[in-house]
């Protein structure tokens, strides 16, 4: 079992940065993906990025160039830089882990708020 616990949220104004922390429990942390989604207000769950076992990256496209993704090993953490926030970039923000690439993203935090104001 693996749990995640999110913290960094909060309110920015436009233009502004924030970096969101992501906590995993277990001692294999650097075996999992992992991953940050994004959910804003009466709108699905969607993708921001993920970062694999082996380093690997993957961005949403709205994301690129703004968001970084960054992983830890010897703090089981996660991390996501995000500069220049935009009002759309509004939503909760939750960190999911996979033990496996073959595997969805099963394991999910409680999310934390970001709120762009503009």
């Known amino acids: 079992q693996v749990q995640l616990v999110e913290s960094g949220g909060g309110l920015v104004q436009a233009g502004g940065s924030l970096r969101l922390s992501c906590a995993a429990s277990?001692?294999?942390?650097?075996?999992?993906?992992m991953a940050w989604f994004r959910q804003a207000p009466g709108k699905e769950r969607e993708f921001v990025v993920d970062i694999w076992s082996g380093g690997s990256t993957h961005y949403a496209d709205s994301v690129k160039g703004r968001f970084t993704i960054s992983r830890d090993n010897a703090k089981n953490t996660v991390y996501l830089q995000m500069n220049s926030l935009k009002a759309e970039d509004t939503a909760v923000y939750y960190c999911a882990a996979r033990t496996a690439f073959t595997h969805p993203y099963a394991y999910w935090g409680q999310g934390t708020q970001v709120t762009v104001s503009s």
């Open positions: 277990g001692r294999t942390f650097s075996r999992y993906d």
